[in-house]
C-alpha cells in the first residue's frame, strides 16, 4: 500500500514538473517572439506596436488578468461591465508597459525555475540581466487551451495585487461604471 502510494506521489510530481516545463516553454516562446519584433524593427517602424502587441498578447490572458485584478469586484460586475472593463484595462496596460518594453537595449532574458502551482497553474521565474543589474521578474500562468499568464512579479512586486489595491479603494467609494471610466482614461492619457 505505501509503495502504490509513493508510486502516486511520483506520478502526480512528475506530471506537475512536466505541466510547469510546458509553462516555460509558452513563456519562453512568447518572449523570444517579443525581442524578435525589437531586435528587428526600429522605434516608429509601421507595424511595430502591432507585431509587439500579438506577440505579448499570445501568451498574456487579457480577461484573467481583469478577473483576478478586481478578484471579488468581478462578480458585483454585469458581463457587461466586465468586457469594458478587461478592454479598457488592456489598454492601460499597453499604455503603460509599452514603453518600457520599447526601450530595449540588449538585454538578455534568463530562464531560471518553474514550479507547479496546483492543478493546471505554474510559476517560471526568469530575470532580465543589464550591464549593471538583474531584475528578477516571475510569471504565473494558468493552462487553458494553452498557456497563459494571468499576473507578473517584478522584483517583488505583484502587478495584479498593485492594481487590485488601487481598484479596490476606488470600489469602496464609486461604481463599477465608475472605475471603468477612470481606467479608461488612464489608458488613453499621454
Not at 151 to 176: A, C, H, M, W
Amino acid at each position: 500500500m505505501a509503495r502504490a502510494i509513493g508510486t502516486i506521489f511520483l506520478v502526480l510530481l512528475f506530471s506537475q514538473a512536466a505541466l510547469a516545463a510546458e509553462a516555460k516553454d509558452a513563456l519562453k516562446s512568447s518572449v523570444d517572439a517579443v525581442l524578435n519584433v525589437l531586435t528587428t524593427t526600429k522605434a516608429g517602424d509601421p507595424g511595430r506596436v502591432e507585431k509587439l502587441y500579438a506577440a505579448v498578447g499570445r501568451v498574456f490572458d487579457p480577461e484573467e488578468l481583469a478577473k483576478r485584478t478586481l478578484a471579488a469586484n468581478w462578480e458585483k460586475f454585469s458581463a457587461d461591465e466586465r468586457q469594458q472593463f478587461t478592454r479598457a484595462f488592456v489598454k492601460l496596460l499597453e499604455h503603460t508597459y509599452l514603453r518600457r518594453i520599447e526601450a530595449y537595449t540588449d538585454e538578455k532574458v534568463v530562464f531560471l525555475d518553474e514550479a507547479p502551482l496546483g492543478e493546471g497553474r505554474a510559476e517560471v521565474s526568469t530575470k532580465i540581466v543589464t550591464s549593471t543589474k538583474e531584475v528578477p521578474i516571475v510569471y504565473r500562468l494558468i493552462k487553458k487551451s494553452d498557456w497563459k499568464v494571468y499576473d507578473v512579479t517584478i522584483e517583488g512586486v505583484s502587478l495584479v495585487q498593485n492594481y487590485r489595491n488601487q481598484f479596490n479603494q476606488i470600489l469602496v467609494k464609486e461604481s463599477p461604471a465608475q472605475l471603468i471610466s477612470r481606467v479608461e482614461s488612464m489608458g488613453s492619457a499621454s
